[in-house]
T-cell receptor, first 114, second 111 residues
Framework: AAGVIQSPRHLIKEKRETATLKCYPI?????VYWYQQGPGQDPQFLIS???????DKGSIPDRFSAQQFSDYHSELNMSSLELGDSALYFC?????????????FGPGTRLTVT | QKEVEQNSGPLSVPEGAIASLNCTYS??????FFWYRQYSGKSPELIMF????GDKEDGRFTAQLNKASQYVSLLIRDSQPSDSATYLC???????????FGKGTKLTVNP
């Protein structure tokens, strides 16, 4: 079965640089979620989109922005990167209709800021 | 107090035994409850979800929910070494679809 696709899988950036992470949800899933997981931590919700509109917002820094496009893929844009932004970034998708909120996670992007 | 609490473990069981993982949550408005398995450096994998009181079984896994006690559990029967991973409990809270995770319980199944 098709899964969530994330790119790139690994990304190394320097402080103050920008990064763009991409997420392609499972076909026919219309809701996308972004999570950040630091070393030894549980995933923390950043932001979500349903039908290209922001549906919920969590602890996302103002330096980050995201959007969902007409083909339902989503991009997380991160600017003025800081060392503390080094983490695993997961995208998850869900079919809003007929679901109980179950979310399926992609493989993640490991971001390292040096 | 964290909104979703789990015993951090580690929990160690012998192969073939039953592993019991527990989770409590603070928000009585929580609606859906999920168990994810996460291998080191990998993404969370959905194992079970439950939304009504009682038991839900899927193969070797059984999820149990008691909303009055704000308690969710996961039982793994006939544990296998391949079940060794961190198990994350997650809930969705009233009015929101975001998942709130516990810190996870690390399970080791010894051959």
């Amino acid at each position: 079965a098709a899964g969530v696709i994330q790119s790139p899988r690994h990304l190394i950036k320097e402080k103050r640089e920008t990064a763009t992470l991409k997420c392609y949800p499972i076909p026919r899933h219309d809701t996308v979620y972004w999570y950040q997981q630091g070393p030894g931590q549980d995933p923390q919700f950043l932001i979500s989109f349903y039908e290209k509109m922001q549906s919920d917002k969590g602890s996302i820094p103002d330096r980050f922005s995201a959007q969902q496009f007409s083909d339902y893929h989503s991009e997380l844009n991160m600017s003025s990167l800081e060392l503390g932004d080094s983490a695993l970034y997961f995208c998850a998708s869900s079919p809003r209709a007929g679901s109980f909120g179950e979310q399926y996670f992609g493989p993640g992007t490991r971001l390292t800021v040096t | 107090q964290k909104e979703v609490e789990q015993n951090s473990g580690p929990l160690s069981v012998p192969e073939g035994a039953i592993a019991s993982l527990n989770c409590t949550y603070s928000d009585r408005g929580s609606q859906s409850f999920f168990w994810y398995r996460q291998y080191s450096g990998k993404s969370p994998e959905l194992i079970m979800f439950i939304y009504s009181n009682g038991d839900k079984e899927d193969g070797r896994f059984t999820a149990q929910l008691n909303k009055a006690s704000q308690y969710v559990s996961l039982l793994i029967r006939d544990s296998q070494p391949s079940d060794s991973a961190t198990y994350l409990c997650a809930v969705t809270q009233g009015g929101s679809e975001k998942l709130v995770f516990g810190k996870g319980t690390k399970l080791t199944v010894n051959p």
